[in-house]
């Protein structure tokens, strides 16, 4: 069965530094997301992406955050200069279409940790 | 104001019962989807069940059922014959149909599920 794959799935990295978390969706699959869980809470949305370009942010996903699909397969999640507060589950999720019955397939998370 | 809303934060079931978890959401839209989400400790999120708004009979998928009651705006997930692999969170999340939200899908706070042996 397909399924979204993430790499890596443990990243710890110092204040300040750039981290880039990378996602493989599911192959046939035109929609894709990130979502984040910090611990103990629950999952909030970050972003959209579709035809290459964003379609919809959350007001959490500010100037340090950015996405791109570099090649056909890859969807990457890059945070420029980390904060303490950015330490969380991120979740990719991928999606056939963006109608309300359509399932949204989640990767199994990097956990990102930010000392 | 919450869109989904789970009133249980913690639940313990026997093994081998059945257990309800609560979830109600507001939406003004017709058009929506409701989806169940399961999440052990390992972290993964897995999917389990799903409601359309105009589907006409409650989901089931297994031992998941969805006990949808529209009028009242709430979307029930009953896992019968508990098992102690079902020991996890449990999240009740919503996709609307608006254009300008058809992208996210809106997670509850969840439910914790312990189930007892």
């Known amino acids: 069965e397909p399924e979204v794959t993430q790499t890596p799935s443990h990243q710890v990295t110092q204040m300040g530094q750039e981290v880039i978390l990378r996602c493989v969706p599911i192959?046939?699959?035109?929609?894709f997301y990130w979502y984040r869980q910090i611990l103990g809470q629950k999952v909030e949305f970050l972003v959209s992406f579709y035809n290459n370009e964003i379609s919809e942010k959350s007001e959490i996903f500010d100037d340090q955050f950015s996405v791109e699909r570099p090649d056909g397969s890859n969807f990457t999640l890059k945070i420029r200069s980390t904060k303490l507060e950015d330490s969380a589950m991120y979740f990719c999720?991928?999606?056939?279409?963006?109608?309300?019955?359509?399932?949204?397939?989640f990767g199994p998370g990097t956990r990102l940790t930010v000392l | 104001a919450q869109k989904i809303t789970q009133t249980q934060p913690g639940m313990f079931v026997q093994e081998k019962e059945a257990v309800t978890l609560d979830c109600t959401y507001d939406?003004?839209?017709?058009?929506?989807?409701l989806f169940w989400y399961k999440q052990p400790s390992s972290g993964e999120m897995i999917f389990l069940i799903y409601?359309?708004?105009?589907?006409?009979q409650n989901a089931t998928e297994g031992r998941y059922s969805l006990n949808f009651q529209k009028a009242r705006k709430s979307a029930n997930l009953v896992i019968s014959a508990s098992q102690l692999g079902d020991s996890a969170m449990y999240f009740c999340?919503?996709?609307?149909?608006?254009?300008?939200?058809?992208?996210?899908?809106?997670f509850g706070p969840g439910t914790s599920l312990s189930v007892i042996p």
């Open positions: 192959s046939n699959h035109l929609y």
């Open positions: 939406t003004s839209d017709p058009s929506y989807g």
């Open positions: 409601q359309g708004s105009y589907d006409q």
């Open positions: 999340a919503m996709r609307e149909g608006m254009k300008t939200s058809y992208d996210k899908v809106i």
């Open positions: 999720a991928s999606s056939e279409g963006a109608s309300f019955y359509n399932e949204q397939f």
